[in-house]
């Protein structure tokens, strides 16, 4: 099981990496330190200022509450799903940080909110007796986000910068 200070380490090493390469497209970025919901970088470029969320790990999948995506409720001892959760600013660029063992050999899945939202409206089960109803854990694998990898050209776009490759590409 992860202690807290490898989870602060393996968010703080995601966050840094997804700065720098920021910095390689030519966006000046800077870790937000703190606990501020869906803000871990701000960036820079072209007069335009935004916000981008980072998510990294060092094992196979991305771990959530699936409230922050659904509005899924118990009724009748089992979950229900009731729609998205319309709080969600499905705007919100995030990049997930798959860590790899050696230098060179992260990886960056780069999507919007809303794209994760609509993952998880079309594939979770709501939990009925006998599993646990109270438990609102979802995850997300890797092989899930292939088609995001190294895609950032959602960023460029944001940014109104000319798309071009990636130099780590």
Known sequence: MATGLSTKLTGQIGEHLVTAELGRLGIIATPFSGNVPDIDILAFA??????????????????????KFL????????????????QLDRNIICVFVSLGDKL?????????????QDYFSA???????????????????????????????????????????HPAC
């Open 71 to 86: 509005d899924v409720n118990i009724i009748n001892g089992e979950q229900t799903v009731n729609g998205i959760n319309k």
């Open 104 to 116: 060179g050999s992260d990886k960056f899945y780069v999507f919007k909110w809303g794209w994760l």
């Open 123 to 165: 594939t979770f089960i709501p939990r009925k007796p006998p599993k646990n109803i109270n438990s609102f854990h979802c995850a997300i694998w890797e092989k899930s986000l292939e088609s995001h990898l190294g895609n950032w050209n959602i960023v460029l776009e944001y940014f109104n910068q000319p798309t071009r490759t």
């Open 46 to 67: 072209n007069g335009l200022a935004g916000h981008i969320q980072v998510k990294a790990i060092n094992k196979l999948s991305w771990q959530f509450d699936i409230r």
